[in-house]
């Protein structure tokens, strides 16, 4: 409990200070504050908050009375430090703390020292330092390290924004594609395989980041089997606009950074038990801590299991997580840290789904059909390898090396429908489609960089200085054959299976062969010209070759083996960025950026296109509110593409038959975005964005003045809020929030997609210190809804989810 204050060893607190050196009981303050602590402490009066920190640590807290009356106190959450809960639990109380020994803190009004809380002994700050997010109970963080180092959202003059692990966990998001559905600006569409892609602003984003190693993921022969499960990961960071100054090419939407999780100082075991709708079951066991006794060594350990069935007949599957992860100091300075995951999913698909009418209206088939074979198999299988090392030479410069290595082997047996249906009320006659695929894909991806901090001329300076590599090479297979007789209305699920070299003898098939290389060096300089203004001045220089082979043949022949080829050598893509504080909170900001994308279409003197060049504008105003446990922005930018491909038609067919190309296309897109996440009130934690874009053609010979990006809704909003209810009830939490779209429009641009607003919600019941329940319910109206569409040929129009609920238990033993 709080206390009065009791005299203070104030002399010899100041004969050892003036010596140079902590007194002992110092130097044991430090120890314990080292240690980890399970904070659940809601947000309520200041004494009551203090009571529960010092039940928790048995830190004896001093203070006056009168400093505490009528103060509030946000609470804290997670597995922190005692100097880190504190300063949460002081968050916007104006005051501060100071250790006097190991076992005794005492509070005194805050010395206004530019934002950190000034504490005599110790420093402890209400600022979320850091970018790991678990254990912090929030939906923001102090600092992300998508643009390498440690940034302060507010100090980035682009659009960032991240998903915390509490909001992973909050909203039950275990795949990457639920990820996308809840990050602000995202949008994505089922690939035909199980996976998807990832649209920001418009622009496909082809290249994720590992711990901040960028790898290539959505080609096309991959099947983008973008199906990375959640369990492994404290948070993602996205970045929506361009990223070439990081990745190079193919990167004019922007990415996202999967960090993943470590090993903690303290032991933690956290068991959830999963079960809901569908026969949706799922266990898992995360594990973590220090593996030697001073704490050196770290570790952390992943297990997850999930199986359901699908509100699709016949359709459902397994998934398993396994992960595995050490930390080293070898020296306080130099810290390594190697992983491994694996995942495997086995499935029933539901691939290629339903068909439309041929003039793309709705057919009107129950959300439950399947179009597949009782057969339908599909097999996917990825592994991946991490290490990175971090050598920090004093507290303003360090260097760190990583690398990523993921292999992904994806194959699949299924069949599906093909054409569409001519007109209502006809029969729903239509050809059914037998498939096989084999896809293998190796990736690899190194980055170093150094970072430093320094004064020149008086100015205060930093600056990055890098160096990456990214290779994906695959080695594909598909075969396919058409037959006709399928009734739509009447689907016999028990059609025959044909292996691979039947298909290639009933129908075609294709070998092909990716080999997609990157390198570049990279640099930026943040200079603060003056004292409220902060110039960042920074460029990449890459070189990319592409190179795609491919043999097609039918009726069991293969033709001449194809090929295309691209490099770009040396190109420089420059960066500019302005951030203007207009107080300790708020910042105002401006910037500037390239973005190229290299080109396989051919001239008529049968040379390859220049790449696609695009410039990035963006304007915008960040606020880090509530001692930074609320974080909001505004943006508005304008993305100017240029170079496209257009068919050349005065050249004549002297391109493989068909028309050859011209760099003339031009593309913009444009619009503002609003987001909002964190602390809104004591207790309630809310992420909350609003985005308007607009994408057209504004040059081509075809599509000039339409839209570009069919599957880009013109509005997009999203809002999330959980809410710890205060005094008796404070063990229970409510959350709720919607996900709403405007109409989009299909890919063959023949039908639009109807807009949606979706609305989930959950209740938590915390029944001790070790067990908490949970349930979500999603799609709580149950809204009948399609995803964004291909064509209404293909039969690549796909249901989203019903509503559907799934119930969690979660039990963390105290240590």
Sequence with gaps: ??????????????????????????????????????????????????????????????????????????????????????????????????????????????????????????????????????????????????????????????????????????????????????????????????????????????TLQYDGVGIPRN???????????????????????????????????GTMNLVRKRGQQAPTVTVTAKAGSWDHYGTQVDAGGPLNTEGTLRGRFVADYDTTDSFVDYAGGWNQTVYAAVDYDFTPDTTVGVGISNQKGHSRPNFMSLPRYANGSDIGLSRSTFVGANWNRNVNNQ????????????????????????????????????????????????????????????????????????????????????ANYSKLTTDDFWARAATPGADIFNIDHNRPQRDRNQLFQAGNATKSWYDIRQKGIYGTWRVQVLDPLTLILGARTSWYDYSYKDESGARGVYGEPTSSTTQSNGHVTPYAGLVYALNEQWSAYASYTDAFEPQTNLTTSLTVLKPIEGQNYELGLKGELADGRLNTSFAVFRYDQENRAAQDLQGGKVCGGWYCSLASGKVRSQGFEATLSGEVLPGLQLVSSYTYNTTKFIKDDTYEGKIFSTWTPKHLLKVWGDYQL??????????????????????????????????DSRVAYKINQEFTVAANLNNMFDKQYYIPAYNANWGSNYYGDPRNVMFTMTYTPQF
């Design 726 to 759: 205060p005094g008796d009830w404070s063990d229970v939490s409510v959350g709720a929030g919607v996900t709403a779209q405007s109409s989009t429009v299909a890919y063959d641009r023949t039908f639009s997609v109807p807009g949606n607003a979706l609305w």
């Design 219 to 253: 080609t096309y022969a991959l099947g983008s089997y973008l199906t990375e499960n959640m369990a492994i990961y404290d948070r993602v960071e996205t970045l929506r606009g361009p990223a070439a100054l990081l990745q190079g090419a193919n990167s004019p939407g």
């Design 1 to 206: 409990m709080a206390h009065r204050y009791a005299a203070r060893p104030l002399l010899a607190l100041a004969i050892s200070l003036a010596c140079g050196t902590a007194p002992l009981y110092l130097q044991a303050a430090e120890t314990t504050q080292a240690q980890t602590y399970r904070f659940d402490i809601p947000g309520q009066s200041l004494d009551g908050a203090l009571a529960a920190f010092s039940a928790v640590t048995r830190v004896q807290v001093l203070v006056s009375g009168e400093l505490t009356q009528g103060v509030v106190s946000p609470g804290v959450s997670g597995n922190l430090g005692q100097r880190e809960a504190l300063g949460q639990l002081l968050g916007g109380t104006g005051l501060s703390a100071a250790f006097i020994n190991a076992d005794t803190v005492t509070l005194e009004k805050r010395v206004d020292t530019g934002g950190a809380l000034e504490v005599g002994a110790t420093t402890i700050s209400a600022e979320r330092l850091g970018a790991t997010t678990e254990g912090t109970g929030s939906y923001t963080t102090g600092a992300v390290t998508i643009g390498k180092g440690e940034q302060k959202l507010k100090d980035i003059p682009q659009s960032v924004s991240v998903m915390t692990r509490k909001q992973m966990d909050d909203q039950n998001t275990t795949k990457l594609s639920e990820v996308v559905k809840r990050t602000p600006g995202l949008t994505a569409t089922k690939s035909p395989g199980p996976g998807m892609f990832i649209f920001s602003r418009g622009f496909e984003v082809g």
């Design 383 to 466: 592994t991946q390898v991490f290490a990175d090392i971090e050598h920090r030479f004093n507290d303003d410069w360090k260097v760190k090396a990583a690398l990523v290595a993921m292999d992904e082997h994806n194959d699949a047996t299924y069949q599906a429908t093909w054409d569409t249906i001519p007109n209502p009320g006809d029969t729903g006659t239509v050809r059914y489609v037998d498939w096989v695929t084999d896809f293998n894909t190796k990736s690899r991806g190194v980055d170093v960089y150094v970072d430093g901090k320094f004064e020149g001329l008086g100015l205060r300076q930093e600056m990055v200085l890098g």
